[in-house]
Structures are given as C-alpha cells and as structure tokens.
C-alpha cells in the first residue's frame, strides 16, 4: 500500500513540474511580448497627420497645392466627400472585404494568405488588412519578416482602438504611395488625370486601386505597361468576385495607360503665394477667390498679352464691392513666363495711374459744390506757375460740360478742378479710404499727380473705385474668407457725388463693338506709354486691368482705350452674367439742366478769378465756425441750425453736404434743417462764383 502511494507520487511530480515549466513560459512569453509592445512606443500619428498646404477658393475647391519640405505631393483626403463611392467599393472588394467588421486584423485573411502559401509555394494573396497597411505607411520597413507582420499586427490593433473606421480609411486614402513623390489618391488622381477624384471612369478606379501594391513598378511616367496589367487583373478580380460584369470590365480595359504626369493645380498662383505668407502653419487655407471667375480671367490675360506681345504683362483684379472679396486675382498672364517676369505680382506693383484719379479729383468738386455734372468748364490752353496741362490729343475742346470734361478724359478742366480742390487734400482723401499715393522722395503733391505724376498699385485702385461703386464708403480689399471685413467701412466721397461720379462714367464710349451705358469706366495712360489702364464697374463688380512691360520699359501706342479697356470689357462679359444696374439716384441729388442749375453752378470759374476788386468784400461763411461741434437738436422738423455769411455777391446758394438747401435772405443769413449726427460739410456760393465751406460735427 505504501509502495503503491509513493509509485503514484513519484509519477504525478513530473507531470506537475510540465506544467509549471510551461506556465511560467507562458507568462514568461507574454511579458516579453507585453515588454516588446510597450518598448514599440505610441503611435506615430503625428508626423502621418503633416500634409501639403492647400490654398481653396470659396467654395473649397483647389486653387494650389505646396509640396511638403522634402518634396511629397500629400493632400488630406476625406473619404465621405473628395472620392468616388465606386473607388470605395472596388477598393475595399480587392484588398479588404472585412474592412468595416474585423478589429485590424482579419485571422480569415491571414488563414488563407497561410494555406495558399503552402499549397501553391508562392505568396497568392496577402492577409494584410486596410489597417495593418496603414501600420506599415505609418513605420516603413523594408524588411519582411514575421516579426515585422506581428509589429504591423499589433499597430493595426492601437489604430482601432484609437480611430474610427472612416478616420483609418481617410489616413489611408492619405498615405497610400502611388510613385514617386505623389501619395495618396488625391495627389495621384490630380497629376495623372488632372482632376480630383470625386468622379472617376472604371478604368481610373481600377488603375488607382491597383497602384499603391508596386508603386514605384507601376508609375504611369515610367513603366504604363506595368501599370496597365496591374490594372486588368484588378478589373478580373472584380468579375470573378461577381462585383462587375464581363462587359464593363472588357471596356475599361481598352482604356489607354499613357505615360505622362500632368502639373498640380495653378490657379490664382500670387494670391496664394501672399496668403501662404501671411498666414503661417495653417494646412488649409480658404480663399474669397471665385475659381471659375479665375479661371476665365487667367485665361483672358494669357490670350491678351500673347496678342499684345512677348514683353508685354496682363494683370487683373475682380471685387465684390459690397463685401470687398476680392473674386479673382491674376498677378500675371504666366507664373512661370520668365520674360514676362511672371512670379511679379503686377496688382501690388506701384506704377503711374494716368488719367485714372481723374474720378476721384470730379467726386471731391461735386462734393464741394462749386461745380456739377451740367456746369460748364473750359478746356483751354492754361498755365498754373510753369505748368501748362495739355490734352492727350494736343488739341482743345472750348468750352464743354463738366460731364463730357471727365468722359473725353481731358486734361485742362481736371487740373483746373485739382488746382481748385487742392492737391493735399485729394492725396490726403484717397490715403483716407485706403489709396495711398506714392510720390517721389520728399515731393509735396502737386497739380502734375492728375495726370499720373504719382505712384499707385491695381489693387489700391480696384478698392477705390469700388467706393465709387458703394456710393462713397470704401471696404478694404480682402482675399482671406476667414478674416472678418472691418466693422466700419472707410469715408472716400459724400454719397451724392460718389453717384454724380458713377453716372458720368457710365456714359464713357465704350471701346469698338461693346455696348454703351452698362459699365462705368474710366482709362488711363502713362507718361511714355509705359502703363495702360481701365477700371469700371457695374452694380455687382469693380474689375480693374492693367497693361505694360514688368521691367516699365515704353512700349509705343500703348494706350488704356486700346490696350486695356477692350480686356475690360471682356472680363465683365467672362463673367457670364448681364452687367448689374447701378444704383439710383439718392436723395437729395440735384438733376437738372446747365440752364436750370442754380447760378453760382452754371459756370466754373478757376480759383483765380475768384478775386476781388473794387469795394466786393470777400465771402465768409461766419457762423457756424469751421471744426465746431454743435448739440442736436429735437427731431420735430423745425429749422434749428443757423448760418451767417459775410462779404459776398448777392444771390447766395447753401450746399449741405453737396446738396442745395436753398438761398440766404438779404441779410446774408438763413435757418437750415439740421443734419444727421455726425460730419456735415457746409458751403455757400455767391453769384460770381465764389465759395467758402465749413466742417461741422453734430453731437
């Protein structure tokens, strides 16, 4: 019996030990894993998650792209929304059927990877899920052992505890390699077929499917024909799955591969170059640019400059004028155009204005009242010191309206209003709304800044224009959709001259076979023939252009009416819509005949015949003072504000911010309505012409 139990012990011993030994080996074994995956670190999402900047229009389609530092072409790809369903589903049925049920790793894709391995002696298909390849694009190696499968395998696991199914196949979608420096299908799509992967045939589907197994094999710039065969077996394996007819799979293999690699996107290249500089490590940025408007116009700019001439540059700028977006940006007819130097943003280049701040000189007389649109004005030969204007025709019209005066561009009556106007204060009103002028070192401005003796950039022009446009309030000029416009738009002309200005304009004669009275425009040339411009409006847009050589070399007969108005008037019809009316008439805008205006309005007068002789005491406005602030009074409709006036011929008309309120009594002296709160601007005409102003704040 004794015997018997220790028989029994001593055979029971080894069989306890057995398991013990592999216990302990297996705790053993799974510390050494549990010590192997923690020393593999976290997971290198944040490198994977870096991509090419993109600069996308308003509507958030791509404008351009920058390659990453080290060259890579990566564009963030959201599965949902930038790639055919269909590519989805090919995808998938080739190389991850479980993908939306197993866990990152499928054990059936693996089990027959592992049995076709040893029926067939060769690898027939892999077991490698979209997750385990994405652990590998996340850590590549080169090597292909069972240990880097068994890393792959437990990343796969990490990224489905950390990501969603639609955020593991949108980082694929990424990742992915498609040759060269392109990866992911976005980049792959846009430089071999040049669009984006939204819409695809079957036979892109197939290629783009099949790509990323071999991509450097299978580039369609080196090996087509590899990439060709790659592609039929993937339409073959669709057909044996049941997934797509033999027919349809037969059409998309007669498709051609070709070798080629188009360029990324290049549209509106300057103004994503100052949005990439003003904006830091941001990999989206979103632009007010319109593409389509971009588009057309860049393509106008090319079309124009090549019929002008090698040397000669195009640039253009669209504007919504009641936002201030700026719609469309060309900086050149080339960015890669070396003679044209075309990475030289010509809407930011100072270069003389001509005739073009013509309008604005007409606005601010209009303003002050001693002129309007139906005044008369001689065109004559004048002098001012040893300044004596000449037209661009070298001739005279005599005596002509205002009106004709600024829509035949002459050069007397405009320097005749300037000299009158002041050339400070017009240089000191357009820096106001954002036009600043450049003048040469330590010059003052002078009369010669009428006719173009200054500097001033397209873009500068483009926003005040549009003020023109927006009855006299400028918006700054924005291209960033994500930067607020300014709370409180800036003061460029009253409201009444900015329309009397508009109105005018637009009976400027339209260049050959365009049609009249649609758009409000206004040309200029440069001394020398170096600059040609034109900047008009409708009721929607502000479109300026300008013409000439980078480098500011003459180019004879450049002239705005010839060279650049017929662009302009182009770029409003590339618009694809009717010029939009602009705006009516505002209240209390004086529209009359020369014969019905108001005396002292009938005629200008230059500032020197303004003089007195005899025993004519000069016009004084004396109450209210010039820089006053005055109290409200109650809103009950009775005349509050007084005015006095001394010196002066008798009638006497009283302006109030531009328009006529009407004529002073014999004593020189009236009760007006009292303005809005706010600036109010007061003048007085006497009968000879002659008119003092003052500036008052209501509080």
Same mark, same amino acid.
């Given at each position: 019996m004794t015997a018997l139990a220790t028989g029994e012990q001593t055979a029971t011993r080894p069989g306890r030990r057995a398991v013990r030994v592999v216990v302990a080996g297996a705790v053993v074994a799974l510390l050494g894993l549990a010590s192997w995956i923690i020393a593999l670190g976290p997971l290198p999402l944040g490198d994977a998650q870096q991509v090419s900047t993109s600069v996308v229009d308003r509507h958030g389609k791509l404008l351009r792209a920058y390659a990453m530092a080290d060259g890579r072409w990566r564009l963030p790809v959201e599965a949902a929304s930038d790639v055919d369903p269909r590519y989805l589903q090919v995808l998938l049925a080739y190389e991850d059927k479980r993908f939306h049920s197993h866990v990152g790793v499928d054990p059936l894709a693996i089990g027959r990877a592992a049995l076709q391995l040893v029926t067939d002696g060769h690898i027939v298909s892999g077991g490698s899920t979209i997750t385990m390849q994405l652990a590998r694009l996340l850590e590549p190696r080169r090597e292909r052992s069972l240990t880097a499968k068994l890393r792959q395998m437990v990343r796969a696991l990490e990224l489905e505890i950390r990501l969603s199914k639609q955020q593991i196949l949108d980082l694929y979608l990424t990742l992915a390699p498609f040759g060269g420096n392109l990866e992911g299908i976005r980049a792959a799509s846009l430089a071999y077929f040049g669009k984006e992967p939204k819409r695809l045939t079957l036979a892109e589907t197939a290629l783009l499917v099949a790509l990323p197994q071999s991509p450097e094999r299978r580039r369609l710039d080196r090996y087509p024909g590899e990439a060709r065969a790659a592609r039929d077996r993937v339409l073959q394996r669709m057909v044996q799955q049941g997934a797509l007819s033999a027919d349809d799979a037969a059409q998309a293999e007669a498709a051609p591969v070709e070798r080629l690699r188009k360029p990324m996107p290049m549209l509106a290249p300057h103004a994503a170059d100052q949005a990439i500089a003003t904006v830091k490590d941001m990999p989206l940025i979103r632009l007010t640019i319109d593409i389509g408007l971009q588009r057309a116009l860049e393509a106008l700019a090319r079309d124009r400059a090549a019929a002008l001439g090698s040397d000669i540059s195009v640039a253009m700028l669209a504007v919504d004028h009641t936002s201030g977006e700026v719609l469309a940006h060309v900086g050149s007819p080339g960015y890669f155009d070396e003679r044209r130097a075309g990475q030289v943003d010509m809407t930011r280049a100072v270069r003389s204005p001509g005739s073009t701040l013509k309008p604005f000189i007409y606005g601010l007389a209009f303003e002050d009242g001693f002129v309007h649109p139906e005044s008369l004005i001689d065109d004559r030969p004048i002098r001012f010191g040893v300044y004596a204007p000449e037209n661009f025709d070298m001739t005279f019209q005599g005596t002509v309206p205002v009106r004709k005066a600024l829509q035949l561009s002459l050069n007397v009556p405009a320097i005749a209003l300037l000299d009158r106007v002041g050339p400070s204060r017009l240089a000191a009103r357009l820096k106001q709304a954002g036009g600043p002028l450049v003048l040469p070192k330590e010059e003052a401005p002078g009369l010669a800044m009428g006719l173009g003796g200054v500097g001033v950039r397209l873009h500068d022009l483009a926003q005040l224009y549009a003020g023109i446009a927006r009855l006299g309030t400028v918006t700054p000029l924005r291209e960033l959709a994500d930067h607020a416009a300014p709370a409180e738009p800036l003061r460029l002309l009253d409201q009444v001259a900015a329309w009397q200005v508009g109105h005018v304009l637009l009976g400027t004669p339209p260049p050959d076979n365009a049609v009249a009275n649609r758009i409000a425009f206004k040309t200029g040339t440069s001394y020398g023939y170096r600059d040609a411009w034109s900047v008009g409006f409708d009721g929607r847009l502000t479109i300026g252009v300008w013409v000439g050589r980078p480098d500011g070399a003459p180019v004879p007969g450049l002239v705005g009416r010839t060279a650049a108005a017929p662009i302009l008037f182009d770029a409003f019809a590339r618009t694809g819509r009717l010029p939009a009316p602009l705006?009516? $008439?505002?209240?209390?805008?004086?529209?009359?005949?020369? #014969?019905? =205006?108001?005396?002292?309005?009938?005629?200008?007068?230059? $500032?020197?015949?303004?003089?007195?002789?005899?025993?004519? #005491?000069? =016009?004084?406005?004396?109450?209210?003072?010039?820089?006053?602030?005055?109290?409200?009074?109650g809103n009950d409709g009775v005349p509050s504000l007084p005015i006095k006036v001394s010196g002066g011929v008798t009638p006497m008309t009283v302006l109030v911010n531009g328009v006529s309120v009407g004529e002073l009594d014999s004593r020189r002296q009236r009760l007006l309505n009292q303005p809005q709160p706010g600036f109010a601007r007061l003048t007085v005409l006497d009968a000879m012409g002659a008119a003092d102003t003052v500036v008052i704040r209501i509080q």
């Open positions: 705006p009516k $008439a505002p209240r209390g805008a004086l529209l009359a005949s020369n #014969a019905k =205006l108001p005396l002292p309005l009938r005629r200008f007068r230059p $500032a020197g015949e303004l003089l007195r002789t005899g025993d004519a #005491a000069a =016009l004084r406005i004396q109450f209210p003072l010039n820089g006053s602030r005055i109290e409200a009074a």
